[in-house]
């Protein structure tokens, strides 16, 4: 069959799961260690039956990411009786849509991706409730950035409980040092309780001899990912609210592909279809009674970035950078949180959360000039749409900022371009309404207000 993809075992421990792989020769491995979860004893209280379901999923869209290593099969190997005709839908609907982007990097238009082989069949039970805790109800998905703020503090407005949940990353380096980032930023927010969830792994792309594997990049469903790695924690700790701060600007794509003309979107794992595919699985096969929504969906960039000024002090605790924490300030994301940030806030927080003036570094004009729609495609990363990077360079030219990066760039404010970004998506979310009603009046109040502002700017 060529090349396999074959998980060869698994094991958990108490507060860890891990697994081994192998493709082409070569042997990776991965493990996920939780500090607020005992496995054994969740076992003991809701079966094994389930938590192998759990951990099967948790390790198969973990293990996703060598996929991009373009094998020919995937095979389960221990856990391959999991593998259901449902499954295998969920899994290529994922592939189709985060891996569009590797496929296009990589000039691969009409590769399906690998053949998966479905399991033994037979009943399969029906989901597992998830029982409500005693306190909070959401687990709040915290990343340390902008939205992850704006996502906390609008349950506070609306007086809903919630804990945070953080994970770190080999790829992204020391895992203590990536919490005391997160943790500086939830020091400045209240949640009932912090859990942590470390991930270490040795593949690494840079390490990687990838020509030989036939490709150029390395792509993970992150997003997917988190879900399943935070589905033990809903369940061990009653928190069947799975409560993301992904917003609107993430359904737009980054370019449409001349080859497939299918649209590429970066972010496609945080769009609104992502989501609504995602949880529509859990609760069918996994859990019941969770659910799983983005507290920011009904709004844009252009509404959250202004919004940040009622909580200044939390500020210079914020961090988005992918390639180095908590900014390398030569990347398209710093760029892009740059120019939001200087659109909108005083300029000294600007500066203490970046440590300096990003428009006067002449490497990022060329950041500049494609979040502007002025070269190339939009880049590949977490950024707003090009009508929201005109306007906040216009805003910013206002305010005074300037440097090699934008001088002679012209940001526009459209009219028409301005209602659509300052549009509330009443109807385009998934909170539960029992949350949603008191979420989006406190989104639309903070709409009309960056409208305002706006105005008198």
């Excluded at 496609?268 to 859990?287: C, F, I, M, P, Q």
């Excluded at 202004?306 to 909580?311: C, I, M, R, S, V």
């Amino acid at each position: 069959m060529g090349r396999i993809l074959r998980l060869t075992g698994y094991r958990r421990e108490p507060r860890e799961l891990a697994y081994a792989a192998d493709i082409g020769g070569r042997s990776f491995t991965s493990r996920f260690r939780f500090d607020s979860l005992d496995l054994e004893e969740l076992e003991y209280r809701h079966g094994r039956e389930l938590l192998r379901s759990l951990y099967f999923h948790a390790i198969a869209f973990d293990l996703v990411r060598l996929v991009s290593l373009k094998p020919d099969a995937v095979d389960f190997g221990p856990l391959a009786e999991c593998v259901t005709t449902e499954f295998m839908e969920l899994w290529q609907r994922i592939f189709d849509g985060v891996w569009a982007q590797w496929r296009y990097e990589n000039g691969l238009p009409g590769w399906p991706g690998p053949e998966l082989a479905a399991g033994k069949g037979g009943p399969r039970p029906a989901p597992a409730a998830c029982p409500a805790g005693g306190g909070a109800r959401s687990l709040l998905f915290c990343g340390g950035g902008k939205d992850s703020l704006l996502a906390a503090k609008l349950f506070e407005e609306i007086d809903e409980p919630y804990e945070s949940f953080a994970y770190s990353h080999s790829l992204y380096g020391d895992s203590t040092a990536q919490h005391r980032l997160i943790d500086g930023l939830l020091d400045h927010c209240r949640p009932r309780r912090r859990h942590r969830l470390d991930i270490h792994d040795d593949l690494q792309p840079q390490r990687l001899d990838l020509e030989g594997f036939g490709v150029r990049t390395v792509t993970a469903a992150e997003t997917p990912s988190s879900l399943f790695l935070a589905l033990p924690l809903a369940l061990g700790h009653g928190l069947p609210n799975l409560v993301l701060a992904h917003e609107r600007s993430a359904d737009s794509g980054n370019l449409v592909w001349d080859a497939t003309g299918e649209e590429i979107n970066h972010q496609w794992g945080k769009s609104l279809a992502a989501e609504t595919l995602l949880a529509a699985y859990v609760e069918r096969h996994l859990l019941a009674d969770v659910r799983y929504f983005s507290v920011l969906k009904p709004v844009a960039d252009a509404v959250i970035f202004p919004a940040l000024g009622d909580h200044l002090e939390a500020i210079p605790a914020t961090h988005s950078c992918n390639g180095a924490k908590p900014w390398c300030r030569r990347c398209p994301k710093c760029v892009y949180v740059f120019l939001g940030y200087a659109a909108w806030l005083p300029r000294e927080v600007v500066l203490e959360t970046f440590g300096e003036n990003l428009f006067e570094v002449a490497e990022n004009r060329t950041w500049l000039q494609r979040l502007l729609g002025l070269e190339a495609h939009l880049p590949f990363e977490c950024v707003g749409q090009i009508e929201e990077s005109r306007l906040f360079l216009a805003l910013a030219a206002r305010r005074g900022w300037s440097g090699a990066a934008i001088d002679g760039l012209a940001g526009t404010v459209d009219a028409a371009a301005v209602d659509r970004l300052y549009r509330v998506a009443a109807a385009a979310h998934r909170m539960p309404d029992e949350i949603a009603r008191r979420v989006i009046p406190a989104l639309r109040r903070r709409a009309r207000e960056a409208r305002v502002g706006l105005e008198g700017r």
